[in-house]
């Protein structure tokens, strides 16, 4: 069965989606807010990316000992759908390692959609359940943190029947 990304939206959402979906249009409607993907294809751009990141909002929590991309995540979670690559602690000592996995989907799609999941768990370093002081983080660091993640379902919906808005983007 398809994995339903927009479970958690209402009905109302549910069927401007299908009806924009019927018409063809989401592609567009992803392009005119996203008109092009990143340049952040390899591991070391990934940590750049998110040290960045880190920098600017969180800079005294822990240290991040790793970030990279990984085509094992899957994103298919269906409760919240994007924290199957959540921030992992390693081991049970006292000196954990934080490592950010990101789906290796994100390698080539609009920045914002990778911003706004390197936002989602940068904030697991401080909240690590999905409460409301963790979203508060998240749109401290990302405003527009909601929007995107309807928008990055989307993308990820259409991406699971091969509807790639971005496909003829060359990579140079
Ligand atoms: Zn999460």
Same mark, same amino acid.
């Given at each position: ?25 989401? &592609? ?9 993907? $990143? ?70 799609? &609009? ?18 359940? $999905? ?42």
């Amino acid at each position: 069965m398809a994995t339903d990304y927009l479970a958690h939206y209402s009905e109302e959402v549910r069927a401007k989606v299908t009806a924009l979906h019927q018409q063809g249009l989401l &592609p567009q409607f992803l392009l005119k807010r996203h008109p092009e993907v $990143h340049q952040i294809r390899s591991d070391r751009a990934l940590y750049d990316f998110t040290v960045a990141l880190k920098n600017s909002y969180l800079k005294k929590s822990a240290p991040l000992a790793k970030v990279c991309f990984d085509d094992k995540i899957t994103l298919s979670h269906q409760a919240l759908g994007l924290h199957t690559y959540a921030a992992r602690r390693q081991g049970n000592k006292v000196k954990t390692k934080n490592e950010i996995r990101i789906s290796s989907r994100l390698k080539r799609a &609009p920045e914002a959609f990778l911003r706004m999941l390197v936002v989602h768990e940068l904030a697991h370093l401080k909240e690590k359940d $999905h409460n409301k002081s963790f979203y508060q983080l998240c749109c401290h660091m990302e405003p527009e943190y909601h929007q995107l993640e309807f928008e990055l379902r989307v993308y990820l919906m259409l991406a699971d029947e091969g509807i790639d808005p971005y496909q003829g983007e060359l990579s140079s």
